[in-house]
């Protein structure tokens, strides 16, 4: 629940955001910014407000498919996944990594000069852009601008004439999209807005987010994905720690990985105070494995590509396909937020995938490399039962299910932002101390346990991840095999959905030291 401005509403009763989704497109200094917005009150008409640096224009402003968020919101979610221990008699045999694939508006914009009783507000431009009016303002004054917003019948939320004060100051211009509720469908009090997507130049990166805490009602979760021909991102203005990722979770997680995410983010958040937390930094259009379609050259353009070559003031489309995607991750209070997210570019890293390095170990946390291919992996092992007859058995090698199983997906961890909170212990669910957060694993529960499962062993009782491909096919020989899957997923038992509006990136993320039992 977050949201890089506010909501003014025109009935006078509380009105709090409680998702957004924002996807920043970056290339040298032209930004292309796509947000969806979820709020929640009365269905009266209301208006969203957002700090710009630039004064946009109609031809800069569209409405995107909500379809797109989906899966660039599935690509860098956390993942689920789920090996059996092959038949350690079986001939070994090396897998090749999975081929990479290739990757309306209405109205007329128009300035006005300022008179007297304009408050210092001036409409800048104003347009049509499908269910929304946007109006485009500059401000001389916060109290104006206030005053100027009541006096359009918006009642604006307590506390936020010291919020735009900055934002008026720093001679920011202001997006005002006006939204006819009779357009957005009302599910229990929550809407879905058409997204929106508008672009700009200008030489800093940056999300305005204290605008937002005008909507908070405590913690607000905040995810932003960041696609850039220039590499990975991070915060420079806050501190960044990546995700634990390659950690072995129970049969339980299966079920509440939701849950278990999030008591794995916020103890993570408790080691690491006001951290903006990556959680994927990879190539846009691959994945390893992947729990769904991946990104094709439609959605990229669809995100901004269309409008990214040209340089400053120009338009034209960039047609190389390669990009990175980052992950960003923030959760915080009105006390934590103390200046709007700034990013800036930083080095590749590389983690959480199935690769084996020294010692016949898998690879632990994040490193340094000369790609991107980091995310946040979470894997289900079933150990080897059946017979062992041969003479040098190999263990440890880890692929789909046993023969005559079907295949399962792999799971993304979306809903996180309304994912129930302290109702699991995270050492209950890892097999493994976690060292980095001073998590020691419990003991494994014992065989017909309050589960019903046997611990660490056996088939599973009842997947629920999907029919996609198997989820990490392949056997290790060395660290340049890896195995992966493409799957279209079944993400149905997780609540709600994700939120795409974070921020962040690496720091020093300690090692972990643990050794993969092989019998």
Not at 454 to 476: D, F, H, L, V, Y
Request: hydrophobic share 35%; charged share 25%.
């Amino acid at each position: 629940a977050a949201f890089c401005g506010f909501y003014v509403e025109g009935s006078g009763q509380s009105l709090y955001n409680d998702a957004t989704q924002v996807v920043l497109m970056r290339m040298g200094t032209r930004t292309v910014l796509s947000m969806q917005n979820d709020y929640k009150g009365p269905p009266e008409a209301f208006a969203l407000v957002v700090p710009v640096p630039v004064v946009l224009q109609e031809g800069d402003v569209k409405t995107l498919p909500k379809e797109v968020f989906g899966k660039v919101d599935a690509m860098g979610a956390p993942r689920l996944v789920e090996y059996w221990e092959q038949d350690p008699c079986a001939p070994e045999v090396d897998y090749d990594r999975m081929p990479m694939p290739t990757a309306a508006t209405g109205g007329a914009a128009r300035s006005q000069e300022s008179k007297p009783d304009d408050l210092g507000v001036t409409v800048e431009a104003e347009f049509v852009v499908g269910e929304y009016q946007v109006v485009i303002l500059s401000a001389t004054d916060s109290t104006g601008l206030e005053t100027w917003l009541q006096r359009e019948k918006y009642a604006i939320p307590a506390g936020a004439e010291p919020l735009l004060r900055p934002y008026v100051e720093g001679g920011s211009k202001f997006f005002v999209a006006k939204v006819d509720p009779k357009k957005v469908t009302f599910v229990d009090g929550r809407a879905a807005l058409s997204p929106l997507r508008f672009h700009y130049d200008h030489e800093e990166l940056a999300l305005p987010i204290r605008l937002g805490l005008a909507n908070s009602s405590g913690k607000q979760d905040l995810i932003v994905s960041i696609l850039s021909p220039e590499g990975r991102y991070e915060l420079a203005n806050y501190a960044n720690v990546t995700i634990p990722t390659n950690l072995d979770v129970r049969d339980e997680v299966r079920t509440r990985f939701a849950e278990f995410y999030a008591a794995l983010f916020d103890r993570t958040l408790e080691k690491h105070p006001g951290a903006v937390v990556t959680e994927y930094a990879w190539d846009a259009t691959t994945c390893d494995p992947c729990p769904g379609p991946q990104l094709d050259y439609h959605d990229l353009s669809t995100l901004g590509a269309d409008v990214l070559g040209g340089g400053p003031g120009k338009v034209e489309p960039y047609t190389n396909w390669q990009m990175t995607l980052t992950r960003l991750h923030a959760r915080y209070a009105a006390a934590d937020a103390k200046d709007d997210l700034v990013f800036k570019q930083t080095t590749p890293i590389v983690g959480g995938r199935e690769h084996l390095v020294s010692g016949g170990k898998l690879e632990e946390g994040a490193r340094s490399a000369d790609t991107n291919n980091f995310q946040g992996r979470y894997a289900i092992r079933h150990e080897w039962t059946g017979p062992v007859e041969c003479k040098d058995p190999k263990r440890g090698r880890w692929g789909g299910p046993p023969a005559g199983e079907p295949p399962v997906g792999v799971k993304a961890g979306q809903g996180l932002a309304f994912a129930p909170r302290g109702q699991v212990q995270l050492a209950q669910l890892v097999t493994e101390d976690v060292p980095e957060l001073d998590v020691k694993a419990a003991a494994a529960p014992a065989v017909g346990a309050d589960t019903g499962k046997t611990a660490g062993t056996g088939k599973t009782a009842g997947t629920g991840t999907g029919t996609g491909t198997t989820a990490g096919t392949g056997n290790k020989k060395d660290e340049k095999k890896a195995c992966g899957c493409a799957s279209s997923g079944d993400r149905g038992e997780l609540a709600g959905s994700l939120v795409i509006v974070g921020l962040a990136g690496l720091a020093g993320v300690a090692r972990r030291r643990r050794a993969r039992g092989r019998a």
